[in-house]
């Protein structure tokens, strides 16, 4: 018999994870809903530009990656929206704007 609490495997955030690498889950903010995974030093290897204080979060560094979840148009546009955030700038962002 099948478990019951297994995600259908037809969910496009389910497509979206094995796409991006993780675990993620979903949010709900004022400035809308977002998913959201929390990447470990470890896992990255690559610099990225974070959207809350416009500074690099460096390789190596714990962060968060945050992209809309009101249905990306394909897994490679939900891709291209994700955005690298250092982890206190994710929290604090509803008390203050982006720089992008």
Same mark, same amino acid.
């Given at each position: 018999?099948?478990?019951?609490?297994?995600?259908?495997?037809?969910?496009?955030?389910?497509?979206?994870?094995?796409?991006?690498?993780?675990?993620?889950?979903?949010?709900?903010?004022?400035?809308?809903?977002?998913?959201?995974?929390?990447?470990?030093?470890?896992?990255?290897?690559?610099?990225?530009?974070?959207?809350?204080?416009?500074? +690099?979060?460096?390789?190596?560094?714990? &962060?968060?990656?945050? %992209?809309? $979840?009101? @249905?990306? =148009?394909?897994?490679?546009?939900? +891709?291209?929206?994700?955005?690298?955030? &250092?982890?206190?700038? %994710?929290? $604090?962002? @509803?008390? =203050?704007?982006?720089?992008?």
């Amino acid at each position: 018999m099948p478990r019951a609490n297994r995600r259908r495997r037809d969910e496009p955030d389910l497509d979206l994870a094995r796409a991006v690498g993780g675990m993620q889950r979903r949010e709900v903010h004022p400035d809308g809903e977002w998913f959201v995974r929390r990447v470990s030093g470890a896992a990255t290897d690559k610099a990225y530009r974070c959207p809350g204080c416009d500074q +690099l979060v460096r390789a190596g560094v714990p &962060h968060v990656v945050a %992209w809309p $979840a009101d @249905g990306p =148009r394909s897994d490679a546009a939900a +891709l291209e929206d994700r955005r690298h955030w &250092h982890t206190p700038c %994710w929290s $604090a962002r @509803g008390r =203050r704007r982006t720089v992008r």
